[in-house]
């Protein structure tokens, strides 16, 4: 049984694609994708040794061993163009998961869809996703063992295709009396920012706690760039506080 973070990631790979598992560790996700015939195919890639073989262990002399291979390397670079539809990178930073996309990105060709699920800095993710002509199609947030984790779905989609709708996803919306710039969609997640449920509020509440505390040490001090970032952290706050 997968945890409830990776079953999550699951139910958002389309039944029926390749699949690759990129920083796969122990290979749970595409091992239990292949088993339950969502995917025909799937490769676990992995950079460090130890995980590696463990992944191999996960497959190797099992009923799916033809279906998932296990591939030692760096991001992307365990992938051949238009071998995989669907990729899936979970469980590490989201400056990580973006610079796995920027590295090697002529392995995306073919790629319709991404899962990807950041640790933290989810706006590098997202950033990278708008920069790149991915759209953000649906977003997850979910708690697990205390911590808080979000997932995003993004597909593929010619840029002179998409809507007005589409465009402003990633740079402007309206949340009661407060326009929320690029800046903060990227941070809050557009699709969350629309139906906040618990999780949402209480990531973002601690995280006005400590916004509130850094504000506290920064009032000692006067220079003009805590100034600025005084105000910066203000207007963030307005905008939290019209969600929280
Ligand atoms: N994806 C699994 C999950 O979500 O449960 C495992 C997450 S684990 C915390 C992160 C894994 O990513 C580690 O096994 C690490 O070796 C691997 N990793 C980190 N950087 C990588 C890279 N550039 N290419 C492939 N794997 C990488």
């Given at each position: 049984?997968?945890?409830?973070?990776?079953?999550?990631?699951?139910?958002?790979?389309?039944?029926?694609?390749?699949?690759?598992?990129?920083?796969?560790?122990?290979?749970?996700?595409?091992?239990?994708?292949?088993?339950?015939?969502?995917?025909?195919?799937?490769?676990?890639?992995?950079?460090?040794?130890?995980?590696?073989?463990?992944?191999?262990?996960?497959?190797?002399?099992?009923?799916?061993?033809?279906?998932?291979?296990?591939?030692?390397?760096?991001?992307?670079?365990?992938?051949?163009?238009?071998?995989?539809?669907?990729?899936?990178?979970?469980?590490?930073?989201?400056?990580?998961?973006?610079?796995?996309?920027?590295?090697?990105?002529?392995?995306?060709?073919?790629?319709?869809?991404?899962?990807?699920?950041?640790?933290?800095?989810?706006?590098?993710?997202?950033?990278?996703?708008?920069?790149?002509?991915?759209?953000?199609?649906?977003?997850?947030?979910?708690?697990?063992?205390?911590?808080?984790?979000?997932?995003l779905l993004?597909?593929?989609?010619?840029?002179?295709?998409?809507?007005?709708?589409?465009?402003l996803?990633y740079?402007?919306?309206?949340?009661?009396n407060?326009?929320?710039?690029?800046?903060?969609?990227?941070?809050?997640?557009?699709?969350?920012?629309?139906?906040?449920?618990?999780?949402?509020?209480?990531?973002?509440?601690?995280?006005?706690?400590?916004?509130?505390?850094?504000?506290?040490?920064?009032?000692?001090?006067?220079?003009?760039?805590?100034?600025?970032?005084?105000?910066?952290?203000?207007?963030?706050?307005?905008?939290?506080?019209?969600?929280?």
């Amino acid at each position: 049984k997968l945890s409830r973070r990776l079953q999550c990631i699951a139910d958002l790979v389309p039944k029926g694609s390749r699949m690759a598992d990129i920083g796969s560790d122990h290979a749970l996700l595409p091992a239990y994708l292949v088993k339950v015939g969502i995917v025909p195919f799937a490769v676990a890639g992995e950079v460090n040794q130890g995980p590696y073989e463990a992944a191999l262990r996960q497959v190797k002399g099992s009923l799916i061993e033809d279906q998932v291979q296990v591939r030692l390397g760096d991001g992307l670079a365990v992938l051949t163009p238009n071998e995989v539809d669907c990729i899936t990178i979970a469980g590490m930073g989201g400056s990580l998961i973006a610079s796995i996309l920027d590295k090697d990105s002529a392995k995306l060709e073919g790629v319709s869809t991404l899962v990807l699920q950041p640790n933290v800095g989810e706006e590098f993710v997202r950033s990278w996703l708008s920069k790149h002509g991915w759209l953000l199609v649906e977003e997850h947030i979910l708690e697990e063992d205390g911590k808080i984790y979000e997932i995003l779905l993004a597909v593929k989609q010619d840029e002179d295709t998409f809507s007005v709708e589409d465009k402003l996803l990633y740079t402007e919306q309206k949340l009661g009396n407060v326009t929320l710039d690029r800046q903060w969609l990227m941070q809050l997640g557009p699709h969350l920012i629309r139906e906040p449920n618990d999780i949402l509020i209480r990531k973002w509440s601690s995280e006005i706690a400590k916004q509130d505390k850094i504000l506290a040490t920064m009032a000692a001090t006067s220079s003009e760039e805590v100034k600025v970032k005084r105000e910066q952290f203000e207007a963030y706050k307005k905008a939290l506080e019209e969600i929280v």
